[in-house]
């Protein structure tokens, strides 16, 4: 069972969640990455779920809201979490990049190397499956930004606040957490929690993201717009 501050964390984070939904859906921002949407509702799903456990968790008779706090019920949740973000990852890889052949190759090659460096490792080398899909996820988002970085492409403002949010958060949050919980050291109790403090902040972002006004972009041709994803959805 969660402790009261993941419970108060579960409470703030669901109406924030929304926020976020009813920006990216009302503006349209949905059709810049479905895989973001998808995330967006599998997280409000399982945080429906996790609520309504905690607060029947001590109900007696009732077993199912223990199953939600189970290894097999974690492992699967985790599961999608990190394939979904996987998913982000390499969608904002394509969309980035797609309207530029030279970064595009690039970029394409980036993202084969880490996907079947992944299947790879998972299928012959017997690596952990949380840490090592965390850690490809962290290098897509990590390639990408750095191949805008190194060319200067005009990147979408709803591309920038996705990998604003993401790499930093998943970098130095997912990564040490999963170093130290695999070594068995008990500052990474600390870390999960100011992981929950950490993730309400990406969520605030993304809320200030998803509902700040868009930038105009003028003196360009709307079609050459078009081409680089810039144009108004």
Not at 53 to 61: C, H, I, N, R
Not at 102 to 128: D, H, M, N, Q, Y
Request: glycine share 6%; charged share 10%.
């Amino acid at each position: 069972m969660q402790s009261a501050t993941q419970l108060a964390v579960a409470l703030v984070a669901k109406p924030a969640l929304l926020a976020v939904l009813v920006g990216v859906v009302q503006r349209g921002l949905y059709r810049r990455c479905w895989s973001f949407l998808v995330y967006l509702l599998a997280i409000l799903l399982y945080t429906s779920v996790e609520l309504t456990g905690m607060l029947f968790y001590d109900v007696p008779g009732l077993l199912w809201p223990k199953i939600l706090w189970s290894w097999d019920f974690w492992h699967f949740q985790q599961t999608v979490y990190e394939v979904l973000k996987l998913a982000i990852a390499v969608e904002l890889g394509v969309r980035v990049v797609a309207a530029f052949p030279g970064t595009w190759r690039l970029e394409r090659a980036l993202l084969a190397a880490t996907l079947v460096s992944i299947t790879c490792i998972l299928t012959f080398g017997g690596a952990p499956q949380h840490p090592l899909l965390a850690t490809g996820t962290i290098v897509l988002f990590a390639a990408t930004s750095l191949v805008i970085l190194f060319f200067h492409l005009p990147v979408h403002a709803w591309y920038r606040a996705l990998l604003v949010g993401f790499v930093p958060y998943l970098f130095v949050f997912g990564t040490t957490q999963s170093i130290l919980s695999r070594r068995g050291l008990e500052v990474a109790a600390l870390i999960g929690s100011i992981d929950s403090v950490a993730y309400l902040a990406l969520i605030g972002w993304w809320i200030v993201a998803a509902w700040r006004s868009e930038e105009e972009v003028t003196g360009i041709n709307p079609a050459v717009l078009r081409r680089l994803g810039l144009a108004r959805a």
